[in-house]
């Protein structure tokens, strides 16, 4: 599995914008890059995916560097309840069936009020 | 909303006891998986599940782990003789076809191993 690195936690204020940087150096022409969360005591949610072009959706905005060895999930304007661990996961486009997603430690985000 | 819905949220049990973890998908969801988080760790990966078959697996999911589903909506998780490393979330996941990286948890069903 292509490997991410992220920061370990980041802190922000609410209604300010988040960016959440990911790098993936060595991700294959064939990756799809995801993002999930996961909330206090909650499972991991899907918020985000992106192959080549930035990315817009109603929880976020996936903005991919053009030679997509990093990625940052953008976080317009952060409430309290977007405190979270986000994870940035590569997933093989080519790879048909179950694929599993492989979970890293990811970036824990606080929201001040 | 469809959600993946699990059941116990909290089971307690004594080492070298059977346990049995229920999940139901969502309903036009064709890939289930396995999953479980060690208090401060990391999600790990358990055990894909496709076509009433394993897919793939992890080194976690030895021999004392089996998965089934045994009427076409539910999807369950046995654990045959618990450990006490066995003390974890576990959740469910599932997908529909072609959205491979879209998979939907469920909340967690939390095992305690005494």
């Known amino acids: 599995d292509a490997k991410t690195t992220q920061p370990n936690s980041m802190e922000s204020n609410e209604e300010e914008p988040v960016h959440l940087p990911c790098n993936h150096s060595?991700?294959?022409?064939?990756?799809?890059i995801h993002w999930y969360r996961q909330l206090p005591s909650q499972g991991p949610e899907y918020v985000i995916h992106g192959l080549t072009s930035n990315v817009n959706n109603r929880m976020a905005s996936l903005a991919i560097a053009e030679d997509r060895k990093s990625s940052t999930l953008i976080l317009h304007r952060a409430t309290l309840r977007d405190a979270a661990v986000y994870y940035c996961?590569?997933?093989?486009?080519?790879?048909?069936?179950?694929?599993?997603?492989?979970f890293g430690q990811g970036t824990r985000l606080t929201i001040n009020p | 909303e469809p959600e993946v819905t699990q059941t116990p949220s909290h089971q307690v049990t004594q080492m070298g006891q059977e346990v049995i973890l229920r999940c139901v998908p969502i309903s036009n969801h064709l890939y289930f998986y396995w999953y479980r988080q060690i208090l401060g760790q990391k999600v790990e990966f358990l055990v894909s599940?496709?076509?009433?078959?394993?897919?793939?697996k992890s080194e976690i999911f030895d021999d004392q782990f089996s998965v089934e589903r045994p009427d076409g909506s539910n999807f369950t998780l046995k654990i045959r003789s618990t450990k006490l490393e066995d003390s974890a979330m576990y959740f469910c996941?599932?997908?529909?076809?072609?959205?491979?990286?879209?998979?939907?948890f469920g909340e967690g069903s939390r095992l305690t191993v005494l």
């Open positions: 996941a599932s997908r529909e076809q072609g959205k491979s990286g879209e998979l939907f």
């Open positions: 599940f496709y076509n009433n078959e394993i897919s793939e």
């Open positions: 996961i590569l997933r093989d486009l080519i790879f048909q069936g179950a694929q599993k997603l492989v």
């Open positions: 060595t991700i294959s022409g064939t990756d799809y």
